[in-house]
């Protein structure tokens, strides 16, 4: 029985130490860059959705500690800790010199129905009445899906987690709550923490599981970069498959610096502000300026972004040149610590992951989601221009491309890129060419891919997709010319 | 349309093992319906009710038809359906439903595995974040439990890096799994 007992508790402490990443997930991630992008009536189309920076973009902070042992046991973290620490991990944005954000807190919660003022968000009663109707048809003006209130919800045992019946595992989430369909402007986000995972027990036994400060704090910043209207980056993904080939992360110091806060895996590294790291990488950085650029001239104690970024844009295109190929990561690496100072963005991250189609409609004239089986995305544009394309927002210098495959297991939640799950890379890219970029320029740089299986088949053409510049008579001419030599 | 999607929650990594050991039930079948309605008695709170046509119950008793309700946290999961398709093939890794009648897969994507055909029609089962670190330490801790497994499934476990598995050597390690938590 003892023995039992003893490989148990050694099962038990395996889970424990495993834990050494965590799956970061946001649903509809259009990445790296902006998390959500507009679409046909839902926003701007192909114009990120972003808050107004006009103003202060501003939150309400739960009264309550932040983490608290259970059965009402210690307070572990105070309120005031907590609301320094979320204004701390709001601040690593906030603070980016090229990125017009100020993020404020403005005080407690507003009351809610029943929830008073300034009140303690403690059981899942209370999480659901300051979010409030989720369905969007009657929420309470106050509440965050009523666009009341960003609020920012300490559940300091866990309680509420598990009386959504969420598994113990789940730290926290972000979650967006209202917007302008019109202008595609934020008004109201929500983020709840589960102080479970700081209240200085590690009982895996129990389903209670410790993060270290620096740990829980970097991924929290990552759900308020969500929360600000950033998707998932993936730059240094070599990491995360030699951790999955060996069992064991091997990440230099580089490594860990250049992979951005939003990599859609965390962990894998030493958490930045351990490592002596800055806790946004260049990628980070790049894109919540970009989100949010600083215009000229700059405010006191920030940069504009024209003068501090230039851009590398383009289409990935399959093999053919003509056909743009959507889902494909690229990487721009400065030739200079290119492990360290890189951006990326995923090709097409401006289009919908799902177009959807009218033809299956009951009436395809009158589509309706009653009556259609798959109207699409309303989100992404349906602009066929941007499908393949990409920017990325770099610092002066000398830059590589470097193409690759979104990684497999970011589906879902973890997505990076509109296309969900994602594809493997239609074809490889390698090329020694530099690019350089100038401050307040765009670069065009198209990239071909190589080794594409042909996208269409004998009897079509990828003529078919060119411009048409041709009067439609010429072009047919030259189609059936084009078929008669194959 | 893949299994996918679970709301904007950060997770923890968990391993088959621990997956396994923190649920109630596993079962094995299609997705006969989604509906996206209010919880009963949770004001505000939409739940997304899956109903599964169940092939086999891997872990537990579950019923031919078993209904399970998950909460739905953010908005645009509602458009979704948090990932659930009708006509989807499973296999759900569930926690025990609580006080409310929620549940979850366990370790949320980790345990929603979706099943398809090879070309050589072999089943596969990938979950929602492809299957990375399912295997991770489980080798170890087998061994520690004095867990013996089949010869394939033992090479799933120490070789697999991520991506599909073969559905029925998954399911024969959860089995064997689950068998030695009921004798703790």
Redesign the interface.
């Known amino acids: 029985m003892r023995k ?1 007992r003893e ?2 508790a ?2 038990r402490r ?2 424990a ?3 050494s ?8 991630a259009f990445a790296g860059g902006p998390l959500v992008v507009g679409g046909p009536a839902q926003g701007i189309s192909g114009v990120p959705l972003v808050w107004d920076n006009t103003n202060p973009v501003m939150y309400r902070a739960d009264s309550g500690p932040l983490s608290q042992q259970p059965n009402g046991g210690a307070v572990v973290i105070t309120n005031a800790q907590g609301v320094a620490r979320v204004q701390s991990m709001f601040g690593n944005w906030a603070a980016v010199p090229t990125a017009n954000l100020k993020i404020n807190s403005a005080g407690g919660l507003l009351a809610v129905g029943s929830f008073p003022a300034n009140g303690d968000v403690k059981t ?2 209370d999480f ?2 300051v ?6 048809q009657a929420p309470d003006p106050n509440s965050c ?1 009523g666009g009341g209130q960003s609020p920012i919800m300490f559940d300091a045992d866990g309680t509420i987690f ?16 209202a917007f302008n369909p019109t202008t595609g402007k934020i008004i109201s986000a929500g983020a709840i923490l589960n102080g479970r995972f700081q209240d200085g027990i590690n009982n ?1 036994n129990a ?1 209670n ?1 410790e ?1 270290t400060a620096a740990e829980f704090d970097q ?1 929290f910043t ?2 308020f970069g ?1 929360f600000l209207g950033l998707g998932h980056s993936q730059i240094n993904v070599d990491v ?2 030699n951790a ?2 060996t ?1 064991a992360p091997n990440c230099s110091l580089d490594d860990d610096a250049g992979m951005p806060l939003m990599f859609p ?2 962990g894998l590294c030493t958490a930045k502000t351990t490592a002596g790291l800055p806790i946004l990488a260049v990628d980070d950085a790049a894109w919540i300026s970009k989100l949010y650029p600083v215009s000229s001239p700059p405010p006191a104690g920030k940069t504009s972004f024209n003068a501090a970024y230039g851009t590398i844009g383009g289409t990935v295109f399959f093999s053919d040149g003509v056909t743009p190929a959507q889902g494909v990561n690229v990487i721009a690496r400065n030739v200079n610590l290119p492990r360290r100072n890189a951006a990326s963005v995923v090709s097409g991250y401006l289009f919908t992951g799902n177009p959807g189609q009218t033809v299956t409609c009951v009436n395809p004239a009158m589509p309706t989601a009653q009556t259609c089986s798959n109207l699409g995305d ?1 989100f992404g544009s349906h602009d066929p221009a941007l499908i393949g394309h990409f920017e990325i927002p770099l610092p002066p210098g000398t830059y590589t491309l470097q193409v690759e495959s979104v ?9 990076v890129g509109s296309l ?2 994602p594809i493997p890379a239609p074809g490889t890219y390698s090329s020694a060419a530099t690019v350089s970029v100038t401050a307040g320029a765009t670069t065009t740089f198209n990239i071909t891919l190589q080794g594409t299986q042909p996208r269409f088949d004998a009897f079509e053409s990828a003529s078919l997709l060119a411009p048409y510049l041709q009067p439609i008579w010429l072009r047919r001419e030259q189609i059936i010319r084009e078929r008669q030599t194959t | 349309m ?14 088959l ?2 997956l396994v ?2 649920s109630q039930t596993v079962a094995q079948g299609w997705v006969a319906s989604v509906v996206v309605e209010p919880h009963g008695q ?5 739940t997304v009710v899956v109903t599964l046509q169940v092939e086999e119950s891997v872990k537990g008793s579950v019923p031919k038809t078993y209904t399970f ?12 359906k948090m ?1 659930y398709g009708v006509g989807q093939h499973l296999l759900l890794i569930l ?1 025990k ?2 006080s ?12 929603r595995f979706r099943i398809e055909a090879r070309t050589d029609g072999k089943l596969v089962a990938t979950n ?6 399912l295997f ?2 489980l080798d ?2 087998l061994q ?3 867990v013996r497994v089949t010869p394939e499934v033992q090479m799933m476990v120490t070789k697999s ?3 599909p598995v073969p559905l029925e050597q998954l399911k024969s390690l959860i089995r064997t799994i689950a068998a030695a938590d009921s004798r ?1």
């Open positions: 039992r490989k148990l050694l099962w395996s889970a130490a495993i834990l990443f965590l799956l970061l997930q946001a649903h509809v899942v009663t659901l009445t979010a409030g109707d989720i369905t969007g899906n598990d009386g959504l019946g969420l598994p113990p595992e789940v730290i926290g989430f972000a979650f967006q709550c895996p389903n599981f993060l991924a990552h759900e969500h995360l498959l999955i080939n069992g895996v965390l309303p990684f497999a297991g970011f589906a879902g939640g973890s997505s969900d799950p | 893949p299994a996918s999607a679970q709301s904007y929650a950060i997770t923890v990594p968990r391993n093992g621990q050991d923190e949770l004001k505000n709170l939409m309700s998950q909460a739905v946290i953010d908005r645009r999961d509602l458009q979704q990932g926690i439903p609580n409310y009648g929620l549940t979850s897969p366990a370790g949320m994507e980790q345990g929602g974040v492809a299957n990375t670190g991770r330490g170890s801790q520690a439990r004095g890096g991520v991506g703790k």
